[in-house]
């Protein structure tokens, strides 16, 4: 019997240490006595109590936060409901409207209560921005009248230029066949068109290509997008129709033979309107933003660790 007890009891209990029934051994209880878990246990216990003990008074005096439903809010969750859904929301609906509204004030005063936005970029980011839509309600802008709009027209004039456009047949010299002689060629073959005009219609000259062969009046912005390089800028100077060039793209070289011109000139109110009106405001809104902000950054005192500021440009440039 004594074997049989031995193998029931762990290797590392000495059979001195087991406790005769309704009558533990003193070796025991101290070991129980010495456990760090019911150190853990009882000192919560008394924390507990002790929070009761003085915290339980003032709890049961103070009046819980107050969350108000009213008019203005019930209406903001109307009108956000019929602007997603189009129409009104049934007595059931605005009821879990209501619900839904409450369950997310709680939370989310309570997420404030634990200082869950502390130091939290999303919700700082997300502050930033409606400072900015608040910033933007205030500053209202005027819209401006036609005096207000040439007046900026023609400080920008040159922003606002309309470019000249032409209408071209081109004969395509590429770079990558013909090396340096792809300008040599285009000269000589320019030559040739015009003792010889007919020879265009041999279907044979220059070299093959992707790019349309023909162009109806193609702005700068156009000539710009399709051919790359300095085309754009070397047709500007055109005045004259028949064989122009050759003028150069990303591709090689181009004979061009202008068939309409409608040159360039500065841009009418009319013309350009909407695009005026957009940079004013614009300019108009960036302005009075900055305004606003010096007026609020003046309230501020602000220290820069200049040292660490220049160490962290230094890394930077390393």
């Known amino acids: 019997m004594a074997e049989t007890a031995t193998t029931l009891i762990d290797k590392e209990t000495s059979l001195s240490e087991i406790p ?3 009558n533990p051994r003193p070796q025991q209880l101290a070991r129980i006595l010495r456990e760090p878990l019911l150190h853990f246990l009882v000192l919560g216990a008394l924390l507990f109590g002790l929070y009761f003990w003085v915290g339980a008074p003032s709890m049961k005096s103070a009046s819980p936060e107050q969350i108000e ?31 839904n509204y409450i369950h997310d004030e709680v939370l989310y005063r309570e997420a404030l209560a634990l200082g869950l936005d502390d130091n939290d970029t999303i919700v700082r980011r997300r502050l930033i921005q409606k400072m900015q ?25 040159d922003r606002y230029a ?7 047949t081109h004969i395509y010299f590429s ?26 219609r041999s279907g044979k000259l220059g070299d093959p290509s992707m790019l349309p062969a023909t162009y109806t009046l193609a702005d700068a912005r156009t000539l710009a997008n399709t051919f790359g390089g300095p085309l754009a800028r070397e047709m500007a100077g055109v005045t004259e ?26 841009a009418t109110l009319e013309e350009v309107r909407k695009n005026v009106r957009r940079d004013y405001l614009r300019e108009q809104r960036q302005r009075l933003d900055e305004q606003f902000y010096q007026r609020l950054r003046d309230r501020y005192q602000v220290s820069i660790d200049e040292e660490a500021l220049k160490q962290g440009i230094e890394e930077d440039e390393a």
Do not use: C
């Not at 839509?133 to 004039?157: I, K, M, N, Q, S």
């Not at 470019?163 to 071209?168: A, V």
């Not at 792809?182 to 007919?198: E, Y």
């Open 241 to 266: 129709k028949g064989w122009q060039g050759p003028f150069h793209s990303a591709y090689g070289s181009h004979l061009v033979k202008v068939t309409q011109i409608e040159p360039g000139h500065p």
């Open 133 to 157: 839509f608040l910033t933007e309600d205030v500053l209202a802008l005027r819209e401006p009248d036609d005096e207000t709009l040439e007046g900026y027209l023609a400080a920008h004039a």
């Open 175 to 200: 770079q990558e066949r013909r090396r340096d002689r792809a300008d040599a060629d285009a000269r000589a073959q320019k030559s040739q068109l015009q003792a010889n005009p007919s020879r265009e």
């Open 69 to 99: 439903v009213d008019a203005p809010i019930i209406a903001s969750l109307k009108t956000t409901w019929q602007m997603q859904w189009g129409r009104s929301p049934s007595p059931k609906e605005l009821q879990k409207l209501v619900d």
């Open 20 to 22: 005769v029934e309704g």
């Open 162 to 168: 309309i470019p000249g456009r032409f209408s071209f």
